[in-house]
């Protein structure tokens, strides 16, 4: 562990650390961030109200409306010459949502990411090539200062370039790679059109996260990669990556940093918290930064909460892999379902590919759904009456697990379009 004292300790005073926090980081937005005085005043909340974590649910929810109205620094506690960092995410319309650091603020993000690096299986003196996206993106450089900050030697490719990935992977010796899961798979199949094994290669982790992913997706990935595939998560509006990462001891949830970041999960609908274990909506107050503190920040990303212990010895809880966002939710003929679960289903039918991509179409007041798969090389091989027959088997499996109706289409493999970040899992035409 890259901090034992503090991962380990007993949830009594952790507990009483994160109140600590929360009122210091309550008090610090009241006095600083015109937003959250105002908003806490329409609530009838001052800092002083808030005397349990539990206390944490009277305080305004913060979403991402609230960062778009303040474009770009207006919610920013520090004085602007404190600043040394911003980063930014882009909007699917219009302008950006701003984040900033201050110095320390780069120090505890540094922290937490060789935390998270450390609890994914690395040491100091072990090599990393880093394949997340250096820029506005907080994967890259998050991932850059926690890898130095731990002792690793980082090679900075950013992505892309897939070819030159495999080579540096193997010159370099690298330990691990970090990069998306959909990025790692673009990363075997580079390898072996170079005709290299990616298995013959000295990496033997992979931190995987940015985007959602499933067990069965780990599976195919360890297997084809001869790694352990460890998932983190973040985002830029709390840190940026390595506020939660999975043990690779257990790989079996991700732990969240809680000693800096308070976590709820409530009813995405109501607000509401939820009973532990329930699944729901995660929502996040910062405890410890300075520039750009925020108070429960509503993520739009589902999952559940376990406090059962975990053999790694962490006491920090752990939130479930997440199963994807409420936005990327699509609701078919009144069927809420989750690009996340089809892939389940996919990854499950051996003779197809692990890429695929998801379409929905409005025709007169039905939906119609698309799900674009690729033919590995032996089916293809077979000829168009296998390749049918494991379309219909795609159909009727969608159709039992997840109950909606589809149109399959398996393509030659390489014709569903390949990301070097995030995956687009899902286009969806009715929005047009
Ligand atoms: O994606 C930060 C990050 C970089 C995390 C590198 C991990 C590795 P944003 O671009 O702000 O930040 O996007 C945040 O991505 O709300 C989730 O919906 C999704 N996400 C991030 N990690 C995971 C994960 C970075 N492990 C949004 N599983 C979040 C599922 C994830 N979804």
């Not at 994160?18 to 959250?36: F, I, M, N």
């Not at 009838?44 to 539990?54: C, E, N, R, T, Y």
């Not at 984040?99 to 609890?119: E, F, H, P, Q």
């Not at 390489?414 to 009715?430: F, L, N, T, Y």
């Amino acid at each position: 562990m890259f901090e034992p004292d503090k991962e380990t300790l007993p949830r009594e005073e952790l507990e009483a650390l994160q109140l600590h926090r929360l009122q210091t980081t309550v008090e610090r937005c009241y006095a600083t961030v015109k937003h959250y005085r105002q908003s806490m005043d329409e609530l009838g909340v001052k800092p002083v109200h808030i005397q349990s974590l539990a206390d944490v649910r009277h305080l305004p929810f913060t979403k991402k409306e609230h960062l778009r109205q303040n474009y770009p620094f207006g919610l920013f506690s520090t004085p602007m010459s404190q600043v040394v960092r911003v980063h930014a995410s882009s909007g699917t319309t219009g302008k950006p949502t701003v984040v900033g650091y201050s110095r320390r603020d780069i120090k505890t993000w540094a922290k937490l990411m060789a935390r998270s690096l450390a609890a994914s299986g690395l040491r100091p003196g072990d090599r990393i090539q880093n394949a997340y996206g250096y820029g506005l993106f907080t994967g890259g450089l998050g991932f850059h200062y926690g890898a130095e900050e731990l002792g690793l030697m980082v090679t900075p490719i950013s992505g892309g370039q897939s070819r030159k990935q495999i080579m540096l992977l193997k010159d370099f010796e690298a330990d691990a790679l970090a990069c998306t899961p959909s990025y790692a798979l673009n990363l075997v199949e580079a390898a072996e059109e170079m005709g290299v094994d990616f298995k013959s290669l000295p990496v033997r982790v992979g931190i995987f996260g940015a985007e959602p992913w499933t067990n069965e997706m780990r599976f195919e990935l360890e297997s084809r990669m001869g790694i352990d595939a460890v998932d983190v998560y973040g985002l830029s509006e709390l840190i940026g990556p390595g506020v939660s990462n999975e043990c690779v001891e257990a790989k079996n949830g991700l732990h969240v940093w809680e000693d800096h970041f308070l976590v709820e999960c409530v009813d995405s609908d109501t607000g509401e918290p939820l009973p532990a274990g329930e699944e729901g909506e995660l929502v996040f107050t910062s405890l410890t930064k300075e520039t750009f503190p925020i108070l429960r920040y509503a993520t739009r990303d589902i999952s559940r909460l376990e406090y059962a212990p975990c053999k790694c010895g962490r006491t920090h809880v752990r939130m479930r892999k997440p199963a994807g966002r409420t936005d990327d939710m699509l609701i078919i003929r009144g069927v809420n379902v989750f690009p996340s679960q089809v892939e389940e289903v996919l990854m499950r039918i051996e003779t197809l590919g692990p890429f695929y991509q998801i379409e929905v179409f409005r025709e007169g007041s039905m939906d119609r759904v698309v799900i674009n798969v690729e033919a590995s090389q032996p089916l293809y091989e077979k000829g168009a009456e296998s390749i049918n027959r494991v379309g219909e088997h795609v159909k009727r499996d969608i159709k039992e697990f997840i109950g909606i109706s589809s149109h399959v289409i398996v393509k030659k493999l390489g014709e569903v379009p390949r990301s070097q970040g995030k995956a687009v899992r899902v286009i969806d035409h009715r929005k047009k």
